[in-house]
């Protein structure tokens, strides 16, 4: 069984631009949650989508959005880049979302120039 | 989530069992312990998860103490590739109703094994 694959692996942008990271769950996952993790502040909870619908958010700007297409398949932009926004942005899906374990795959390393 | 707390760093000869404690004193009935690791530029990886009763799986062996407030996670023949970060997480499994849907990952135990 295929794994949560992540693109592109690694992404170098500058302040000021937008960036779309893309997601594929497991098969017949239908909760897709997204994390950012950075060397000072570890991993931290950016939202979650539940069929197609953003069920719960973290604590983050409005610069940071998602959505979740009919196949379960999810997105992730980044608009307005800042130096800080550099992280490993990594993907976890589950069956619900609930009580069973999420599985991440290896993230998009995002470099802010 | 209640909270957890691991030792920062832990050594372990190759070969030998690499056991890594959880203290999560602060949990409650229906919170599961769960175990994920993190090599080096890789996402997380689930390795187990429990209530209560001791549980096995091909990855790990997972001992949580009878009142629940610890925890140990037992690599019996740990590897070179089992060098990682292993996070011990306490999350509470929803009965009709609630929502868990995040993990709220702490800093977690640098294992290194040593040849």
């Known amino acids: 069984k295929a794994g949560v694959t992540q693109t592109p692996r690694y992404l170098i942008k500058t302040r000021g631009q937008q960036v779309t990271l893309s997601c594929s769950p497991i098969?017949?996952?239908?909760?897709v949650s997204w994390y950012q993790q950075t060397p000072g502040q570890g991993l931290q909870f950016l939202f979650e989508?539940?069929?197609?619908?953003?069920?719960n958010k973290g604590n983050f700007p409005g610069r940071f959005s998602g959505r979740q297409f009919s196949n379960s398949r999810s997105e992730m932009n980044v608009s307005t880049l800042e130096l800080g926004d550099s992280a490993l942005y990594l993907c976890?899906?589950?069956?619900?979302?609930?009580?069973?374990?999420?599985?991440f795959g290896d993230g998009t390393r995002l470099s802010i120039l | 989530d209640a909270k957890t707390t691991q030792p920062p760093s832990m050594d372990c000869a190759e070969g030998r069992a690499a056991n890594l404690p959880c203290n999560h004193s602060?949990?409650?009935?229906?919170?599961?312990v769960y175990w994920y690791r993190q090599i080096h530029s890789q996402g997380p990886q689930y390795i187990i998860h429990?209530?209560?009763n001791n549980e096995t799986n091909e990855m790990a062996s997972l001992i949580i103490t009878e009142d629940r407030k610890s925890s140990t996670l037992i690599l019996p023949h740990a590897t070179l590739r089992d060098t990682a970060v292993y996070y011990c997480?306490?999350?509470?499994?929803?009965?009709?109703?609630?929502?868990?849907?995040?993990?709220?990952f702490g800093k977690g135990t640098l294992l290194t094994v040593n040849p």
């Open positions: 429990g209530l209560k």
């Open positions: 989508y539940f069929s197609e619908t953003q069920r």
């Open positions: 602060t949990i409650s009935g229906n919170e599961y």
């Open positions: 997480i306490v999350r509470f499994h929803t009965i009709g109703g609630g929502s868990n849907y995040k993990l709220t």
């Open positions: 098969s017949g996952h239908r909760s």
């Open positions: 976890a899906s589950s069956w619900d979302g609930h009580n069973q374990p999420q599985h």
